[in-house]
């Protein structure tokens, strides 16, 4: 599915026995395989609460994954958006004009929205979560969306949305959080031509989560080579990025982790998960202390940039963390939505 602006311009059935107290439901004629799990997804949730989590985008709106991460206290989105602001700021002074930014893995824009709107992740998921918006049709849902966010002044950049899940990136557009919407999992499959000619217009790709070695690939090969985007993401602790760097050094990008500390991502859906996780980072000895330990999942800032730009100007230096580092911890949303 390509669906681009102009430029500028029956029965359910419940995950709940799977996934107590969460409700989001399959739609009908769904599969398991229909079910699988994205590549920025989760890394350690079980299968079940996987498809459960996957099973929200899905839906015709956003209500229930914005439920659904209320319940994992989600604030990774609010910690990234300060932090890609200021990379596309200095990607747009060295390209002296307006970028394109491709927010891969977009879902329903919400990311997207709080790069071009002046919006908190936490605004947004009180807004969908709100009683008051519980009991209304999904049309009139995206009706308000796209009221809501034609309302918000724009930074002047064009978005481009690109995930696999086709009800959410059609949406995205719709209500106008992005550009352009493309359906694609780059995990699976090239680019095709339509995807190819906006990768080789973009400047900028932001992720909030994993980017896999075969996106990056592919990413790279459709690329422009004079002038490359930077490329940054939020990957889990427990993922190296010895590989993501090399798919990347093709394009003459230096890929390098943010030394100053990890961002917290969202709780443990469970002491299982929490378990799983406490295992693998053993496995690759890194210390848990004060954050995986704590319950808490965390993220590495994960930065591509042409090698004579990293070389001049430390990470550190373009990237300035005022929160969500090493031990903060995300304000507990009530549950009675």
Same mark, same amino acid.
């Not at 390509?2 to 059935?13: E, I, K, T």
């Given at each position: 599915?390509?669906?681009? %602006?102009?430029?500028?311009?029956?029965?359910?059935?419940?995950?709940?026995?799977?996934?107590?107290?969460?409700?989001? !439901?399959?739609?009908?004629?769904?599969?398991?395989?229909?079910?699988?799990?994205?590549?920025?997804s989760?890394?350690?949730?079980?299968?079940?609460?996987k498809?459960?989590?996957?099973?929200?985008?899905?839906?015709?709106?956003?209500?229930?994954?914005m439920?659904?991460?209320? *319940?994992?206290?989600?604030?990774?989105?609010?910690?990234?958006?300060?932090?890609?602001?200021? %990379?596309?700021?200095?990607?747009?002074?060295?390209?002296?004009?307006?970028?394109?930014?491709?927010?891969l893995?977009?879902?329903?824009?919400?990311?997207?929205?709080?790069?071009?709107?002046?919006?908190? !992740?936490?605004?947004?998921?009180?807004?969908?979560?709100?009683?008051e918006?519980?009991?209304?049709?999904?049309?009139?849902?995206?009706?308000?969306?796209?009221?809501?966010?034609?309302?918000?002044? *724009?930074?002047?950049?064009?978005?481009?949305?690109?995930?696999?899940?086709?009800?959410?990136?059609?949406?995205?557009?719709?209500?106008?959080?992005?550009?352009?919407?493309?359906?694609?999992?780059?995990?699976?499959?090239?680019?095709?031509?339509?995807l190819?000619?906006?990768?080789?217009?973009?400047?900028?790709?932001?992720?909030?989560?994993?980017?896999?070695?075969?996106?990056?690939?592919?990413?790279?090969?459709?690329?422009?080579?004079?002038?490359?985007?930077?490329?940054a993401?939020?990957?889990?602790?427990?993922? #190296?990025?010895?590989?993501?760097?090399?798919? %990347?050094?093709?394009?003459?990008l230096?890929?390098?982790?943010?030394?100053?500390?990890?961002?917290?991502?969202?709780?443990?859906?469970?002491?299982?998960?929490?378990?799983?996780?406490?295992?693998?980072?053993?496995?690759?000895?890194?210390?848990?202390?004060?954050?995986?330990?704590?319950?808490? %999942?965390?993220?590495?800032?994960?930065?591509? *940039?042409?090698?004579?730009?990293?070389?001049?100007?430390?990470?550190?230096?373009?990237?300035?963390?005022?929160?969500?580092?090493?031990?903060? *911890? #995300?304000?507990?949303?009530?549950?009675?939505?």
């Amino acid at each position: 599915m390509h669906a681009c %602006l102009h430029a500028f311009d029956g029965d359910v059935h419940g995950c709940a026995p799977l996934w107590p107290h969460w409700d989001c !439901f399959v739609s009908p004629g769904i599969t398991q395989e229909d079910a699988i799990v994205p590549k920025d997804s989760p890394l350690f949730l079980t299968d079940s609460a996987k498809t459960c989590l996957k099973h929200t985008y899905l839906q015709n709106d956003p209500r229930p994954t914005m439920r659904a991460l209320g *319940r994992l206290d989600y604030t990774l989105a609010d910690i990234a958006a300060p932090i890609f602001r200021q %990379l596309i700021a200095a990607r747009t002074s060295y390209a002296n004009r307006k970028l394109q930014v491709l927010d891969l893995g977009c879902a329903w824009g919400i990311g997207a929205a709080l790069l071009r709107f002046p919006l908190s !992740f936490a605004t947004v998921q009180a807004r969908y979560t709100a009683r008051e918006m519980q009991a209304l049709e999904p049309i009139e849902v995206e009706e308000l969306d796209r009221l809501y966010y034609a309302a918000w002044p *724009r930074d002047g950049h064009r978005y481009l949305g690109v995930d696999g899940r086709e009800a959410a990136v059609s949406y995205a557009h719709r209500v106008g959080t992005v550009d352009c919407g493309i359906t694609a999992d780059l995990e699976r499959a090239d680019p095709d031509d339509a995807l190819a000619a906006e990768i080789l217009r973009t400047d900028i790709i932001v992720a909030t989560g994993r980017i896999g070695v075969r996106s990056a690939v592919r990413l790279a090969q459709a690329a422009r080579r004079d002038d490359p985007p930077w490329i940054a993401m939020f990957m889990n602790r427990a993922t #190296p990025g010895d590989e993501l760097a090399a798919a %990347l050094e093709p394009l003459g990008l230096v890929t390098e982790r943010f030394d100053g500390g990890s961002f917290v991502q969202r709780r443990f859906e469970s002491a299982a998960e929490k378990d799983r996780a406490l295992a693998v980072l053993q496995g690759r000895d890194l210390d848990p202390a004060g954050k995986e330990a704590d319950g808490w %999942l965390h993220a590495d800032l994960y930065v591509a *940039r042409p090698a004579p730009i990293a070389a001049a100007i430390p990470l550190h230096r373009m990237v300035s963390v005022a929160s969500g580092a090493i031990g903060l *911890r #995300p304000l507990r949303l009530p549950r009675s939505a």
